[in-house]
Structures are given as C-alpha cells and as structure tokens.
C-alpha cells in the first residue's frame, strides 16, 4: 500500500459530485461537535492549573505537581498506544461519548472525596484524564474525514484547533479568577460540567465514526454518493479492500498475514516519509515542553513582581496568531481548492520553532508581540497540515496512526519536561530553548528533503511498454 506524502497532502479540496445539502448537514453537526470540544477544551485548562495549585496545597510538596503531571503524560502514552486498536473494535462516536462520561465522573468523585481520600482521586483523576483526552482526541481526530467529507478536513481541523486555542487563553485566563473567588471545588464543577455537555453533543449527534466497530457498516456502504472512501478503495496498493479488526485484506492469505502486524508500524510504514513526519512531532513535542517550561522562569527575571504578565500576554498573542492562521488556511482552501500540503508541516515548524527561540532573545516588547503571533501562526498551520494529512490514510490504519502520533507527542513532552526543567537550573532559558527547538529545525529540514525528493520523484514518468524515458525512441 502506498500513499505519496505530497499528492495526498495536496489533493483537492472539494470533490466536484460532493452533495451540497449532505454537506451542510455534516458541516452543521460538526460545528455542534466542535462547540462541546471547545467548552470541555475550556474545562481542561481551567484545570490545568487548579489542579496543579490543588495538589501542592493537598499535598505541601512541589514533587507531588511533578509527579501528578507525570501520571497524566504516562496515561496518555499508553492510551495512545491502545487507541488504534479500540478503535478497530469501537466506534469512535462511542469512545469519545464515554471518554467525557469517565472524565465528569472522575471529576464528581474528586469533589465528594473525604479529605483521607484526597490524594488518591487525585491520582485518579490523573490516570483518567490523561488517557481518556487522548483517546477522544485520536477519535476525533481519526473520524473527521467519515463526519465531513475528505473534501472538507481542512476546513474541520481549522475550526476544531481554532476552538481549541480559544479554549486555552480563556481557561488560563480564568483560573486564577475562578479559584480565588469561588475556590477549588466550584473549578472541579465547572470542568465536570464541560464534560458532561460534551457528552451529550457526541450523544445527540448521528457520527458515523471513524472506528470499524462492531455492527459498523463499512464506509462504502457510507457514502450515499455512491463513491468508495479511502478506507475501501480499490487499485492503492497490494492489500485491496480491508476491515479492521477482522484481520482480512483482500481475501487473501497474504493479506490476513499482512494485518497481524501491528497497527502503529503499519501506519507509520504505509506511506514514503510518514515515519519521519512522526519523528518530527516527536522532537517538535519536545522544543515544546521547552518554552512551556522556560516561560515562567523568563517571565519572572522580567518582573519579579508580577512573574504571571508575560505569560498570560505571550500566550494570547499566541492563541490569536493561532485563530488568523486558521482562517487564512480555510480561505486558502476555498479559493484554490487545495489543502495546505504535508509541506507546510515542515515549513510550519521551522518558523515556529525560530519564533520560540526568538522570543527569549530579549527584544522590546513590541517584536515580542509580533514574534508570540507568528509563534501562534505558525503552530496552527504545523496542526493543521499535520492532522490532515494523517487523516489521508486509509480508515483501517488512521486509527493506529493518530494512536501512534500521540504516543510519540506525550513521550517527547514528558521526556522534554524532565530534561529542561533540569537544564534550566544551570542554563539561561534562551539556551535552552535554543537548543530545543534547534533540533526540531534540523530535522524538519530533513523532512522537507524527503518531501521534495518525493515531489520530483512523482515527476520522473515511469516508462510504458514499447516506450523509453526522455522520449527516446526503443
């Protein structure tokens, strides 16, 4: 099976017999979706640092936050590993219906908890919500293309990161607001609230879902256009048509053989340079566990008085370079007709990471301003050029490629965390994150090689019988 990471990064945007009124339909119950993600995006946040603040006050050690957190990323590393795998035997609508459901609970269990039993709902809630974000995230994201059309991804991924990025600034905003004034438990009720809605927006909404669960019908039988999806078209590659989970490709033997592999090194096999892309996340999740570390510390040698001014600023400059980006990217899309590119990635996080290094450079803070947007900007278009083209694949092995890309995303932030926070005792933090995000440059400019070299590959036409490259004559 083969997937050219250029040509499907590039391909049109808006199939010419897509049904319009089909759709609006999608697009409508999409932003439904997308409005419940964004609230419980929203509670996430909040959290993050009540949370975080609440168990150095439960505990009175600044080793219980470390290891909270750490919890946290390992949960969502396992979670990634198991998520293309639930999703063979699940429906993604029903893994992101009962990943809330787990999450308000756990949430409600923290609230009632007696205070002997404090710190175990914490380690709970920890286990919790770090595996199930993940796994609802990869379910999402996996099961884009089967509730909007291939034609309209980018349009879906812009809208849900937008929503995403707003959630963040707001929940960051407002925590410090909520837990001074109302305190702790009412921040607890909030989140389990906001999941709760998002519950109930996947319940109400007729997905389909990426996952091939049990009773699914397979996508061909989806497409009321009569056409095949990319999980079931024929004449791609060796393996013919599949269905996950039942360990068939083709009808034969060989392809049963094939599947028994494992799902993540199948999907980063499956398509010339995908295994690279991945790696790239990888180091780019570390740069980014660089500057999340670094900015408290360059924030307070800013102002030792108010420490919190810089961050809060930087990051919602972020968030609205984040939000242009987006919308730059849909009417790019709906003008040309084409999706950003698996290019785009690789450019993305070159200028990403030079804006995060350039922002601890110490520059006024008008060009800090400026840097923090294009920062944003350019993050938005690595997440969007990324999960679309991800979204390419067919349906059997998203799953397991999404399952993939957050395994290696927690690994690098959680390894990035230990080492830079160790680093920066004995380093400034432009070093730091200069060398962070200096190893995501190198290796986004081998990813752009290999991209380019799969570009004029695809150029050199393959000789017909009779026939000889360059127009020779046999």
Not at 282 to 287: E, K, P
Not at 376 to 381: E, P, R, S, T
Request: net charge positive; charged share 15%.
């Amino acid at each position: 099976m083969t997937h050219d990471i250029e040509q499907a990064g590039e391909r049109p945007e808006r199939a010419p017999d897509a049904d319009p009124a089909r759709t609006a339909r999608g697009e409508h119950r999409f932003r439904i979706l997308v409005a419940g993600y964004s609230l419980s995006s929203y509670g996430t946040f909040l959290n993050m640092v009540a949370l975080n603040l609440f168990v150095y006050e439960t505990t009175g050690r600044a080793l219980a936050m470390g290891l909270f957190m750490a919890v946290r990323l390992a949960s969502g590393f396992v979670a990634g590993l198991a998520a293309g795998g639930l999703l063979a035997r699940f429906t993604a609508k029903s893994l992101m219906l009962w990943t809330n459901v787990a999450q308000a609970a756990v949430m409600l269990t923290l609230v009632f908890a007696p205070q002997g039993m404090r710190t175990a709902a914490l380690m709970a809630v920890s286990v919790v919500v770090g595996s199930c974000g993940t796994l609802f995230m990869v379910s999402l994201r996996s099961s884009i293309p089967e509730m909007v059309g291939d034609d309209r991804r980018s349009w879906a991924n812009s809208l849900s990161i937008t929503g995403r990025s707003l959630a963040m600034v707001a929940g960051f905003a407002s925590a410090g607001v909520v837990v001074s004034l109302v305190g702790y438990t009412a921040a607890f009720v909030v989140d389990m609230v906001t999941f709760a809605v998002c519950a109930v927006t996947v319940a109400l909404l007729p997905i389909a879902g990426g996952g091939r669960g049990k009773g699914a019908r397979p996508e061909s039988e989806r497409d009321s256009d009569g056409r095949t999806s990319a999980g079931t078209r024929k004449g791609k590659g060796k393996a013919g048509t599949g269905t996950a989970g039942t360990g068939t490709a083709g009808g034969s033997g060989a392809g049963t053989r094939r599947w028994r592999v494992p799902g993540a090194f199948l999907a980063s096999a499956a398509a010339p340079g995908l295994g690279l892309m991945v790696v790239l996340r990888c180091v780019d999740a570390f740069g980014s566990s660089s500057h999340n570390a670094a900015l408290p510390v360059y924030s307070a040698g800013l102002d030792t008085s108010h420490p919190a001014v810089f961050v809060s600023a930087f990051w919602c400059l972020w968030a609205l370079g984040n939000v242009v980006a987006q919308q730059l990217i849909q009417r790019y899309a709906k003008r040309t007709g084409r999706a950003v590119g698996a290019a785009g990635f690789g450019y993305g996080t070159c200028l990403m990471s030079g804006a995060f290094i350039l922002a601890f450079a110490g520059f006024p803070s008008a060009a800090t301003a400026v840097i923090a947007l294009v920062a944003g900007a350019a993050d938005g278009l690595t997440e969007v050029s990324y999960t679309s083209h991800l979204q390419t694949l067919p349906a059997e092995l998203r799953g397991h490629a999404f399952g993939l890309s957050a395994t290696v995303e927690n690994l690098g932030f959680g390894v990035g965390m230990i080492l830079v926070a160790a680093a920066l005792d004995s380093y400034r933090p432009l070093t730091v994150v200069a060398w962070s995000h200096g190893v995501a440059i190198v290796v986004a400019v081998m990813f752009l090689i290999r991209v380019a070299g799969l570009r004029r590959g695809d150029r050199v036409p393959a000789p017909r019988s009779g026939t000889a490259r360059d127009g020779q004559m046999p």
